[in-house]
């Protein structure tokens, strides 16, 4: 119980830490500007900025669902691709693989969390024009338990596929091997779309 206690205190002061560097540098950066080091400010609107993507990081890890039941998960990874300017992030990545082995088979499901993807444009327009979908027969539009659309691309001949699901500027793309339709739908059921949107 100490043990969880002393561990919980370090990972709250990290939190508190990052908050009091953001705010920091933003101070720093105003004073900066006062006196008219315009280049030292944007260093130090730099510096809070990228502060804050390690935390939304961070806080994107969260929204990674646990294994289900008779599967196994691997640690969550990711990466901050940084800022494009003009206060957008870009590319805040979080994923998890998730696995499970069947005598000889492995099958394996891989979730990504993309901020800011680059991608929403495209996939926008096959979501909003289901027409294109006629370009790509392995593709199509279908439901989630939410009733939100979102694409599926699956290829029965060696069982892999990928839903990809859009939350506003974002991209959730589920990607499977050795899987069937079903799996795919189930971890995609699994992932707080609302949730994501609503605090990233």
């Known amino acids: 119980m100490k ?21 920091e540098n ?22 809070a900025l990228s502060a804050i993507e390690q935390m939304q990081f961070e806080k994107l890890k969260e929204y990674l669902p646990k294994a289900p039941v008779g599967w196994n998960e691997e640690k969550a990874t990711g990466s901050n691709m940084g800022s494009l300017g003009l206060g957008m992030m870009a590319g805040t990545t979080a994923s998890k693989n998730y696995y499970k082995e069947e005598g000889e088979t492995y099958r394996s499901v891989n979730i990504d969390l993309v901020l800011n993807s ?48 859009i939350a506003d500027t974002s991209v959730i793309t589920i990607n499977g091997s050795m899987v069937d339709e079903d799996t795919l739908k189930m971890f995609a059921n699994m992932i707080k779309v609302d949730e994501i949107l609503n605090n990233l």
């Open 3 to 23: 043990v969880i206690t002393f561990l919980t205190m370090i990972i709250l002061v990290s939190l508190f830490a990052d908050k009091a560097e953001v705010i």
């Open 26 to 47: 933003i101070k720093a950066a105003q004073k900066n500007v006062e006196r008219g080091d315009l280049k030292e400010a944007k260093s130090d609107l730099q510096m």
């Open 118 to 165: 680059p991608l929403v444009g495209t996939l926008k327009m096959f979501l909003n024009n289901p027409a294109m979908l006629s370009m790509d027969p392995e593709q199509k539009l279908i439901r989630l338990s939410d009733g939100r659309k979102v694409l599926m691309k699956y290829n029965a001949d060696d069982m892999s596929g990928e839903i990809s699901i």
